[in-house]
Every structure is written in structure tokens, then in C-alpha cells.
């Protein structure tokens, strides 16, 4: 049996959307958490709503939002949650992509936008242009979730001929997730949304999709195809310190959509970090296929430095929880990636 509960409000978040920082409630699905103790990526009440108490001032002390700089030309939103595992900041993007009859993916010339300013908490689960915004306001995903319209998912191919553990997701009120014997003892939940359609079925993985995997979909009409998700696109982030450290940090796919009728796959990414020690910016940047070098900058030394920004991400450790292992001023990331 999995004991469930409805979702808690014991997390404060702050959300920051680009440049502009405003208080806006997060989302998340915890069974029964204790009631000491919020549970990682958990809803939150909107810090600006009435408080039962005073708080003291350890409690009214709020973390300095970092400066936000976008690389990309994709969406970004900076969130902060505080629950047992400490205080922490959580960046999401979306990257969409275009596929053929082949199932051949390529970066799409409009990308899924992210909730922003005017998204109003209370229509988080109304789908919309911009998917869900309940998915989007989570602060922690510790998996992968995979909807899709207009077709249906056969598997998840990993290298070797493996497949990736999928468990369907069950509808839980306005959400959903994995509900029964397979559910673990803290579930996240998402909301069925593939752009503005919402669909009646999904999976989700253990873990995060991993590298280079394939999705074997096969449509309502039409022969199967493999959506393989392509290596060259790698977003990640550049934690830039107080103190003077620059530190790579990877991005984790937490949600995949696709829409087989507009052959379109759009992919959520996320990480988290420490809100201390402080940081002075937060850059979302990606490695992108159509990449060049910098002014003034060889061929061989570009290829040098994404060479070792991949390995370095690569050999960060995926998190059980949140906050990325790598996310820390005191690690040592490839001198190549900034030296001239």
C-alpha cells in the first residue's frame, strides 16, 4: 500500500524569471512528510501570503538572489526551496526539438517557453503553450517523466541494447505519478501536459534519461520510430562564487514531452546548488552543435576547451537528492575549460 497525502506547504521558494525576482508557490508530492520537516522540491506557500506566526530571524533571513545571466536561446527559471535538505537554489530550462517521419531530431527554431511573471499559481495545472506550470515550479525531480500525444511509448533504449526501467504513472487528482507496489516512500508528481494538450498516460523512469538514449514510440498512424536523444545539445550552468570560483554544473532531464502530431520532443532540464556558500551570478549556457570559437580563438583550442567542459560534467555524480555533488566552490573542474 502507498500512502499518500495532499500537498504539503511547508517550503518557502522564491522564483526568478530572467531578471525579475517575485515570490510565486512551488509544487512537489510527498507522502506524508513529516511535520517538521519539508520534503525536497515540495509545493510551497507563496512567501508573501499571511504566516500563522511571526518568524524568528533566522527564519525571515532570505537568500540574496544571484545575478541570471541566459547564453541560450532558451527559457530560464531560478527558484529557491528550503526543506530537510538545507536551502537551495533550482534552475530549469526547456530545449525543443523537431524530429521527421524518421523519428531524425534536430533543434527546433522556436523552443517551448518556461512561466514567467504573469503565470498565475492557480492555473498550474492548466495546460497551456508553456506545458505545465506545476512541473516548472517543482524545485526537484528525482527522475524522468515521459508523455506523449498522439502516440504511445514502446521503450526506453539504452547503448548496448539495454532498456530503461519505465513505470506508468497513475492519476492522482489533478497529477500523476507512480501509485502501488513499485511507488517508493516519497513519489514526485507531474502534470500531464504536452504543450497545451493533456494526455491520459506517462511513464517515469528511475533515474534520469541517460545519455545518448533512444525512445521507441510508435504512432497512432504510421510505422514506429526512434526519438534519439541527440548528444551535441548539452545545457548546464556556470555557478560563478563570491569568493572568485567558477564551477561547471551539469543539467538533468526531468521531463520529456512528445507531440507526435507536430513531431515536436521538448525536453526540461534542472539543477540544483547551494544557495551558500554565496553567489554572485548564475549563468545558464549549453553546448550546442552550431558552436564556434570565441574571437580570436583557434579551432583546436575550442574543440580543447568542450572537450573537457563535456568530461568534466560528465564525471560529476548524478544526485539521490537535491543539490548536484559537483555543485561546490571547492571542487577542481578541468583548468582547460578556462585557461587561454
Same mark, same amino acid.
Given at each position: ?6 500537498i504539503s506547504t511547508t517550503a518557502a521558494m522564491r522564483l526568478a524569471v530572467l531578471a525579475i525576482a517575485l515570490t510565486l508557490g512551488g509544487c512537489a508530492v510527498p507522502p506524508r512528510p513529516p511535520a517538521d520537516a519539508? /520534503? ?23 537568500? =540574496? ?6 547564453? /541560450?536561446? +532558451? ?13 537551495? +537554489? ?9 524530429? @521527421? ?26 495546460? /497551456? @503553450? ?13 527522475? /524522468? ?54 494526455? @491520459?498516460?506517462?511513464?517515469?523512469? @528511475?533515474? +534520469?534519461?541517460?545519455?545518448? =538514449? ?26 560563478? $562564487?563570491?569568493?572568485? =570560483? ?22 526540461? $532540464? ?67 575549460? +578556462?585557461?587561454?
Amino acid at each position: 500500500m502507498n500512502p499518500r497525502s495532499t500537498i504539503s506547504t511547508t517550503a518557502a521558494m522564491r522564483l526568478a524569471v530572467l531578471a525579475i525576482a517575485l515570490t510565486l508557490g512551488g509544487c512537489a508530492v510527498p507522502p506524508r512528510p513529516p511535520a517538521d520537516a519539508g /520534503t525536497p522540491g515540495q509545493a510551497a506557500r507563496p512567501a508573501s501570503a499571511p504566516a500563522a506566526e511571526a518568524p524568528n530571524a533566522s527564519q525571515a533571513e532570505e537568500p =540574496a538572489i544571484p545575478e541570471q545571466r541566459n547564453h /541560450t536561446p +532558451f527559457g530560464m527559471v531560478l527558484l529557491t526551496a528550503e526543506d530537510r535538505y538545507g536551502e537551495y +537554489f533550482s534552475v530549469s530550462t526547456k530545449i525543443s526539438f523537431a524530429f @521527421d517521419a524518421r523519428g531524425v531530431l534536430k533543434l527546433a527554431d522556436t523552443h517551448e517557453p518556461v512561466i514567467g511573471a504573469d503565470d498565475d499559481p492557480k492555473d498550474d495545472h492548466t495546460c /497551456t @503553450d508553456k506545458g505545465g506550470g506545476y512541473n516548472q515550479r517543482t524545485t526537484w525531480f528525482p527522475d /524522468t517523466a515521459i508523455f506523449l500525444r498522439g502516440g504511445a511509448l514502446q521503450a526506453v533504449e539504452l547503448a548496448g541494447g539495454k532498456r530503461a526501467t519505465q513505470l506508468p504513472l497513475s492519476a492522482d487528482e489533478e497529477t500523476m505519478m507512480v501509485i502501488g507496489q513499485a511507488a517508493r516512500e516519497v513519489e514526485y508528481a507531474w502534470t500531464p501536459c504536452v504543450g497545451r494538450h493533456r494526455v @491520459d498516460k506517462g511513464h517515469r523512469l @528511475d533515474g +534520469f534519461l541517460p545519455r545518448g =538514449a533512444a525512445l521507441a514510440v510508435k504512432p497512432v498512424r504510421g510505422a514506429a520510430i526512434k526519438l534519439r536523444m541527440p548528444e551535441g545539445v548539452v545545457p548546464h550552468l556556470l555557478l560563478r $562564487y563570491q569568493q572568485g =570560483a567558477m564551477i561547471p554544473v551539469p543539467m538533468r532531464p526531468v521531463l520529456a514531452t512528445v507531440d507526435v502530431e507536430a513531431r515536436r520532443l521538448v525536453v526540461q $532540464y534542472q539543477a540544483t546548488f547551494p544557495v551558500r556558500p554565496a553567489l554572485r551570478v548564475v549563468e545558464l549556457r549549453a553546448v550546442l552543435p552550431e558552436g564556434k570559437p570565441s574571437a580570436g580563438e583557434t579551432p583546436q583550442r575550442y574543440r580543447e576547451r568542450t572537450d573537457a567542459l563535456l568530461n568534466d560534467l560528465r564525471g560529476c555524480a548524478a544526485p539521490t537528492r537535491p543539490m548536484e555533488p559537483c555543485a561546490t566552490p571547492t571542487r577542481r573542474p578541468d583548468r582547460r575549460i +578556462f585557461s587561454q
